[in-house]
């Protein structure tokens, strides 16, 4: 009895110190969270690439052979991500974009594409476990992920979710205060007339920072430039250019847009002063759809000029339930001619159709109608 306690002692030993010894580097473990093969060794500061093939068994032709690449920093802990592959691979349903790099962190799912194959990282505290778990061909989970469904970001700031609010698809039934936008950093936008933006756009969309809310099939993000106290932007994951570009089938992808921001305008601890509106730009030079929901003081040190104005307070403005309407009744959205015209139309209150002769004018007289 004593000397098999002891065989053991040393064979544990024996397996302990040669790890320690065998001048290993410190490795990192990408597990399956399917549990369909062995956890793949991320060694630190090496690069791996990972798609379709026998070391992730996939097959499925949506997954490029090169779809990822992964570079683990062991000793700060994640794993950086970048997406190769055409079609998205993304980290807790955040999309990474052809080309763009991510942060994996235990905890966080990575899909490799299209939303499946999720895997999880592991970084080795205790070898011994981690090499067993891999000797017997084990799928360790380290944590369960948070799910995927409907979630308000927790770093927002002010954000507060409840472990129970995460799981809910729809703020609307969430008790969360939403981050108010205002006094947020501002800087001038060009009534997102240049490309550059689109970019700035897609990063926006990915930054957990930026997000208010997120689920499979949209984000919402506060507007980098508000042109109000409160602005933010309903995008759906999936790239539609334009409202041109919509049909009948975008219908529940419009409606389950509305139905968010009808939620989160819920939330905002002035929605009882204020009026909002969700509506979209006839001519969005953004080239990806977004539902915009604006508060109706447009009181912002971004909104500059009567472009922006007009933008926001003209027929040039659609409300989404229009938009929607006109799906449902034509199958498309038709935009009237000569609309950018109504962008040169003189400035007037939107309240009580005052006309202004300059945007400081304007905003003297806005405070008339801000809330006491
Ligand atoms: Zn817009
Ligand atoms: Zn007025």
């Not at 950093?185 to 240049?194: C, G, R």
């Not at 929605?271 to 730009?281: E, I, K, M, P, Q």
């Not at 929901?293 to 933008?311: A, E, G, R, T």
């Amino acid at each position: 009895m004593y000397r098999r306690v002891v065989d053991i002692f040393v064979k544990s030993r024996v397996g302990f110190l040669f790890v320690l010894f065998s001048g290993k580097m410190p490795t990192s473990w990408l597990i399956s969270k399917e549990g369909v093969h062995k956890p793949l060794e991320l060694p630190h500061l090496q690069t791996v690439v990972l798609g379709r093939g026998p070391e992730t068994t996939i097959k499925d032709k949506k997954c490029s052979r090169e779809q990822v690449e992964l570079k683990a920093d062991c000793n700060k802990g994640y794993v950086s991500v970048k997406q190769l592959g055409v079609n998205p691979s993304s980290v807790d349903s955040v999309v990474i974009g052809r080309g763009n790099q991510v942060k994996l962190k235990p905890g966080q799912q990575l899909h490799i594409v299209n939303q499946t194959y999720a895997y999880v990282v592991q970084f080795k505290e205790d070898p011994r476990t981690v090499l067993a778990s891999k000797d017997s061909g084990g799928t360790k989970r380290p944590q369960e992920p948070s799910s995927e469904k409907g979630e308000l970001h927790r770093d927002a700031p002010k954000c507060k979710v409840s472990r129970e609010s995460e799981k809910k698809p729809c703020p609307n039934d969430d008790p969360v205060k939403m981050p108010p936008t205002k006094n947020a950093p501002h800087a001038t936008e060009k009534v997102e007339s240049s490309g550059h933006w689109s970019q700035g756009l897609k990063a926006s969309m990915q930054d957990p920072t930026m997000q208010v809310y997120k689920d499979e099939r949209i984000v919402v993000i506060k507007d980098k430039y508000p042109k109000a106290r409160y602005h933010w932007l309903v995008l759906p994951w999936e790239s539609i250019p334009n409202l041109k570009a919509l049909n009948r089938d975008h219908c529940d992808l419009l409606k389950h847009m509305q139905k968010v921001a009808d939620g989160i305008v819920g939330q905002c601890p002035d929605a009882s002063l204020l009026r909002f509106r969700l509506g979209y730009h006839a001519i969005p030079s953004m080239s990806h759809v977004h539902l915009h929901v604006i508060s109706q003081d447009f009181d912002s040190p971004s909104l500059k000029n009567k472009k922006h104005w007009n933008s926001f307070t003209t027929d040039y403005f659609i409300d989404s339930q229009e938009v929607i309407a006109m799906l449902e009744k034509a199958g498309k959205v038709t935009i009237k001619e000569g609309i950018n015209d109504l962008l040169k139309l003189p400035i007037r209150c939107h309240v009580c159709q005052k006309e202004l002769s300059t945007i400081p004018q304007l905003k003297e007289h806005l405070k008339s109608h801000l809330p006491k």
